[in-house]
Structures are given as structure tokens and as C-alpha cells.
């Protein structure tokens, strides 16, 4: 009998809604916790997590049966729900529509990882914004600005 064998690896990138500052370290790690545990319950093996305050950071191996926007919908609508039930946030907890993916090969899953885990560094150099940016660039995807995640000054925040 026959098997498949994938080598899939893919970085996603996605924002709180209105981008506010709502994923606090005192429950950081037991989100990213949380979302491994959907990634790994849909046979996809996170190799990186990092939820920073207004968007989130997460390098997976993806199985081939899982595609990309299927796991983004089991990611964030199950860890929403479990934020709500938490009441970890005032308010209603969401995640802003879309995602950003990114595909690698097997050589650059040390910088990747290295990369998601270097998020709060990284941040005390370049905005979400401009990150965000770069990525879609360095991937020569196209896009529409209109399309893009909402945008925020920090001193609008």
C-alpha cells in the first residue's frame, strides 16, 4: 500500500480584530498552547508559535490533507471561542478576516523558527504593518490595499 509523504511548510501571519493590543502575556502562553493543540488535533505539527499583543506569528508542517485556509478557520474560530469562554479579554474576543501564507522550504525552518520566536525584539524595530509588507513583497504576492488588515498608528491604539 502506497502513503504520502509531504514536506509542506507554511508561516501565518493573522491579526486581532480593529488590531487592538487585547493578547496579554499573562495568558500568552496558554493561548499558544491552546492553538498548538488545534494544529496537532488536525494532524499538522507546529514547529513555531509566537501571539503577539495584535497579531499572530505561526510556522506549521502541514499535513496533506489539511489545506491552509481550513486550518486558519479551526485556528481561529477555536481559539476565539476558547479566549470568550476564558474571559481573559473584556468584551467580545475576534480575529480580523484573512490570513497571510507564507510557504518554505525544509532549509529555512531554523530561520523561521528562529524568526517567530524573535517576535518581541523584532517589534521594538519594525511595525506590524511594515513586517507585514516586507513579507508579502519578499513572496511577490499581489494584492489589493484595500484588502489588507486594518491599520492602526500606535497613537491611535
Known amino acids: ?19 487592538k493590543n487585547l493578547i496579554q502575556e499573562s495568558f500568552r502562553d496558554e493561548l499558544e498552547k491552546f ?3 488545534i494544529i496537532s ?27 491552509p485556509s481550513k486550518l486558519m478557520e479551526q485556528v ?3 481559539s476565539s471561542n476558547w479566549l470568550n469562554d476564558k474571559k481573559y479579554i ?3 474576543f475576534a480575529w480580523q478576516a484573512g490570513f497571510g501564507a507564507f510557504s518554505y522550504s525544509q532549509s529555512h525552518i531554523d530561520r523561521v523558527v528562529k524568526y517567530i520566536l524573535n517576535q518581541p525584539e523584532h517589534h521594538k524595530k519594525q511595525t506590524f504593518k511594515d513586517e507585514y509588507l516586507k513579507l508579502l513583497a519578499k513572496f511577490n504576492v499581489e494584492y489589493n490595499p484595500q484588502y ?7 497613537d491611535n491604539q
Not at 509523504?5 to 491579526?15: A, E, K
Not at 489588507?148 to 500606535?154: G, M
Request: with cysteine; glycine share 8%.
Open 76 to 78: 481561529k474560530s477555536g
Open 35 to 37: 492553538i498548538c493543540g
Open 90 to 92: 473584556t468584551g467580545k
Open 148 to 154: 489588507l488588515f486594518e491599520w492602526y498608528d500606535k
Open 1 to 19: 500500500m502506497s502513503d504520502t509523504y509531504p514536506q509542506l511548510y507554511i508561516q501565518f501571519v493573522f491579526s486581532v480584530k480593529g488590531r
Open 41 to 67: 488535533n488536525q494532524k499538522c505539527k507546529t514547529y513555531a508559535i509566537y501571539c503577539n499583543p495584535d497579531h499572530t506569528h505561526i510556522f506549521v508542517g502541514m499535513h496533506p490533507t489539511m489545506s
